[in-house]
Nanobody, 124 residues
Framework: QVQLVESGGGLVQPGGSLRLSCAASGFTLDYYAIGWFRQAPGKEREGVSCISSSDGSTYYADSVKGRFTISRDNAKNTVYLQMNSLKPEDTAVYYC?????????????????WGQGTQVTVSS
């Protein structure tokens, strides 16, 4: 059974950091691109960052460039999202998702397998 499980969310003060993890089971991530997406209340789901399966190509939304870093550890079948200098506008449910091979345009409709999401709240 293909499954993605996110962890690492929580409540953090503005300027703080969190590291999200996306652990895969039932399949190996070696041949899959992984994306992190987020959805805030009343807003559409948006692509935050994506990483390809092969050459390590990455995409970052303009709103997170320089603050977030995506990485993957295929040996652990896990992808990470390091989030630094967090802002209140980063508050959302964060989802990881997988698609075969390339990262595409990092749009949600391109990704086939989804985790259940983890809440990130940035507030003082």
């Amino acid at each position: 059974q293909v499954q993605l499980v996110e962890s690492g969310g929580g409540l953090v003060q503005p300027g703080g950091s969190l590291r999200l993890s996306c652990a895969a089971s039932g399949f190996t991530l070696d041949y899959y691109a992984i994306g992190w997406f987020r959805q805030a209340p009343g807003k559409e789901r948006e692509g935050v960052s994506c990483i390809s399966s092969s050459d390590g190509s990455t995409y970052y939304a303009d709103s997170v460039k320089g603050r977030f870093t995506i990485s993957r550890d295929n040996a652990k079948n896990t992808v990470y999202l390091q989030m630094n200098s967090l802002k209140p506008e980063d508050t959302a449910v964060y989802y990881c998702a997988a698609r075969v091979w390339s990262l595409g345009l990092c749009r949600s409709y391109e990704y086939d397998y989804w985790g259940q999401g983890t809440q990130v709240t940035v507030s003082s």
